[in-house]
């Protein structure tokens, strides 16, 4: 079991509960306590009044401890602590989901002295608190509790395995190891005449490096100096690691949060009709008259299991009244902060003005991506193929590559949604493979931090001061996991949390 945080206020010793299922008619709803008087409230709603086998279902007729008026016959389980959820005494009651069974046994329990109800998230707050679980395990647990989507679901399930947390551990283990060597040289290098000789090379601690390729008969190499080549060797691993991890970093937050695609194109071109058929319901309104859709209208949708805000964007033309002209520079500046683009052309109009024009500023430009590589993603498709000739679409020398789509019949969405898996998984990650993404802004200023002070280690010619440096980017590790968190901090990660969990 993992070592207590120590959060202040964790744990009051006093015992909660809670309603621990969804609210409202039911089969079954699962009511728990936590806490040192879980025993005593479980032995005082059950008949026979001793406690059940530890982990196993007993069923149990609950009554008031009061009126001792029947409540109900429902199953109850005992998990003695710490070999609970919490790491404390916890019971549970399986009763019948009806409301006034449930309102009925929440009563009862909160006339058992020393119990009162729990606030928002407090059972997995005393689970931290009692090293069950690490903080990014936490947030892997509320990520999964608000998971609407196959990808959210297996990236949180990751966390929630505490892949994020191993990596931290086997990071700062690395650091503890490369202190350990620097902290020898402090303590050693005056005696043995070691330190004013690594000082010397090339005044930094990166200077260390090239000793590991010498020879061991050389005399002059000292043990000490084979142990700081060695660690010396594996922070500058970390660095790159930590590196690969942060320019990865906002595809774990758009999992998360949802990339934002979205959709453009000229008048007419079916946009709204697009937005509807992915988001399965009427988004936008749809009309043959120009320029309809005048604002951006967004939906939160499930795109081929990946989360999406899908914006439907006003048509991109000139000449219009000022209000759809505003709706074009709404539309433009979205167009700068999405994620992934759908350019929609009509297939049977490509040869006109508004086409071309789109074509040339706004395909043409996303697809060669800028300079630094770091461009946009886009997605051509030619809605309207039901009304292509029989020979389909004429081949043009100039057209890039596209999916032919009709909003209207459905024909050609299975190959867009395929599509769109792909693309929507370089965007936000594959959650099943690699190494477990960064989902958070918390994550990544802590990684960030760490990175910054293995910079002034590599970088100090003082001895001490590369130990400090090395301290203080094991610490930023640390407080990934939970270690060194400050109340404000765990109230912002535990706010989101239901009562109950």
């Excluded at 909160?110 to 947030?139: I, N, Q, W």
């Excluded at 509790?145 to 700062?172: F, K, N, Y």
């Excluded at 350990?180 to 260390?208: M, P, Q, T």
Aim: charged share 20%; hydrophobic share 40%; net charge negative.
């Amino acid at each position: 079991m993992r070592q207590g945080s120590g959060v202040p206020g964790a744990s009051s010793g006093a015992t909660i509960f809670a309603l621990s299922s969804g609210q409202g008619r039911c089969g079954i709803a699962v009511i728990r306590t936590s806490g040192p008087a879980s025993g005593h409230a479980l032995r005082s709603l059950t008949a026979p009044r001793d406690l059940p086998p530890a982990r196993s279902a007993c069923l149990r007729l609950l009554s008031h401890p009061r009126s001792g008026e029947p409540l109900d016959r429902a199953l109850v389980l005992w998990f003695p602590g710490p070999q609970s959820f919490t790491g404390e005494d916890c019971a549970e009651f399986h009763v019948h989901g009806g409301p006034a069974v449930v309102s009925g046994v929440l009563q009862a329990l909160g006339s058992v002295p020393g119990l009162r109800p729990a606030e928002a998230g407090e059972f997995t707050r005393r689970a931290f608190a009692h090293g069950k679980l690490s903080l990014t395990e936490v947030e892997g647990l509320a990520d999964l509790i608000h998971a609407e989507t196959e990808a959210q679901r297996r990236q949180a399930l990751r966390q929630l395995d505490g892949e994020l947390g191993h990596l931290c551990h086997g990071w700062a283990k690395t650091l503890t190891k490369a202190l350990a060597h620097v902290e020898a040289y402090i303590d050693f290098g005056e005696d043995d005449n070691l330190e004013e000789g690594v000082l010397e090379r090339g005044g930094s601690l990166k200077g260390w490096g090239h000793l590991a390729s010498q020879p061991l008969e050389v005399p002059s190499l000292h043990p000490l100096h084979l142990l700081a080549s060695t660690a010396n060797s594996e922070v500058r691993e970390l660095e790159l690691a930590l590196g690969a991890h942060l320019r990865d970093a906002r595809r774990g937050q758009r999992l998360r949060s949802g990339a934002h695609v979205v959709v453009a194109g000229p008048p007419n071109a079916g946009k709204s009709s697009l937005v509807n058929l992915l988001s399965r319901k009427p988004v936008s309104i749809v009309s043959p008259e120009p320029g309809t859709t005048r604002d951006v209208l967004e939906t939160p949708v499930d795109l081929a299991g990946f989360p999406a805000l899908l914006s439907d964007t006003a048509g991109l033309r000139e000449g219009a009244g000022p209000v759809e002209q505003e709706g074009v520079r709404r539309a433009r500046e979205r167009l700068e902060q999405a994620d992934l683009i759908l350019a929609v052309l009509d297939a049977s109009e490509l040869a006109s003005p508004s086409s071309c024009n789109f074509l040339d500023t706004v395909v043409a430009p996303t697809v060669a991506g800028s300079p630094s590589g770091d461009s946009q993603r886009l997605l051509l498709l030619l809605n309207k193929s039901d009304l292509l000739p029989p020979g389909g679409l004429d081949p043009s020398p100039n057209l890039p590559p596209h999916l032919l789509l009709s909003c209207l019949t459905g024909e050609g969405l299975d190959g867009l949604l395929e599509a769109l898996r792909k693309e929507l998984a370089e965007v936000c990650g594959d959650p099943s493979t690699g190494p477990p993404l960064l989902t958070r802004a918390r994550h990544q200023h802590h990684l960030q931090g760490c990175l910054d002070a293995l910079g002034h280690y590599a970088k100090t010619r003082d001895l001490a001061l590369a130990a400090e440096a090395l301290r203080l980017a094991r610490g930023h590790l640390a407080r990934i996991t939970g270690g060194g968190g400050t109340e404000e901090i765990l109230d912002v990660i535990f706010r989101d949390f239901c009562v109950g969990k």
